[in-house]
Each structure stands twice: as C-alpha cells, then as structure tokens.
C-alpha cells in the first residue's frame, strides 16, 4: 500500500505560480512511476505530468507544456509540481498517483497505470 497526502493548493492570479506537494508513505517509493492529473468541474479527470522511478524520464500534457514542472526527492518521499505562469483553465482539483512498474525511464501518461491516488488539492487561478 502506498498513501499519498497532496498539499499546497490554493487560490492565485493568473499569471502566478504555486508549487504542489504529494508526500508518500507506505512502501518502496523509488520503484513508482508518479504522476499528476487534474478535474475541473464537469470535466473528466485528464493527466498533467508524470515521471519515471528517478525522474529522469518526465512528459506533460500540452496543454501545461513548459509552464509545469514535475520533480521528485526519493530521499523525502516526495513529489513535486512547479505550477508558472498559472491560467484560469488550471482551475481543478490536482490529485497524484502512484503506479507500480518494473522499470526505470518509463512515464505512465493514463490513469489507469496508477495504483494509489490522493485525496486532491484545490487550485484555483482567478483572472
């Protein structure tokens, strides 16, 4: 069992940046692929980033490309998505996953390749 604990949601400008946090516990967590995805209302839940075991392996929806960055600590457990550059389309509950895979390098870009969610964090940007 891995239990997943996001933090750092908010409300922010357009235009700002918020950093979000999704700590782990339970087993090995350097042996997860970790992702990001988000749900607006009325909307289904769509992915936003995602990473390998190391992070050395990371892709984004377009939609966040090169304003979102997904980083990950193995040491704290830990990982990360820088929001910048924030839009009012952002706006959605930010949930992150954990899923189970047998090697490094590889990113898990659907949600039905995650084993353990958390709970969301609410991120609103206002224009």
């Known amino acids: 069992q891995v239990h997943l604990v996001e933090s750092g949601g908010g409300l922010v400008q357009a235009g700002g940046s918020l950093r979000l946090s999704c700590a782990a516990s339970?087993?090995?967590?350097?042996?997860?692929?970790m992702g990001w995805f988000r749900q607006a209302p009325g909307k289904e839940r769509e992915f936003v980033a995602g990473?390998?075991?190391?992070?050395?392996?990371?892709y984004y929806a377009d939609s966040v490309k090169g304003r979102f960055t997904i980083s990950r600590d193995n040491a704290k457990n830990t990982v990360y998505l820088q929001m910048n550059s924030l839009k009012p389309e952002d706006t959605a509950v930010y949930y992150c996953?954990?899923?189970?895979?047998?090697?490094?390098?590889?990113?898990?870009?659907?949600?039905?390749?995650?084993?353990?969610w958390g709970q969301g964090t609410q991120v609103t940007v206002s224009s």
């Open positions: 996953a954990a899923g189970s895979i047998d090697q490094d390098m590889v990113v898990i870009a659907h949600s039905l390749g995650y084993d353990y």
């Open positions: 990473s390998s075991w190391s992070g050395g392996s990371t």
């Open positions: 339970g087993r090995t967590f350097s042996s997860y692929a």
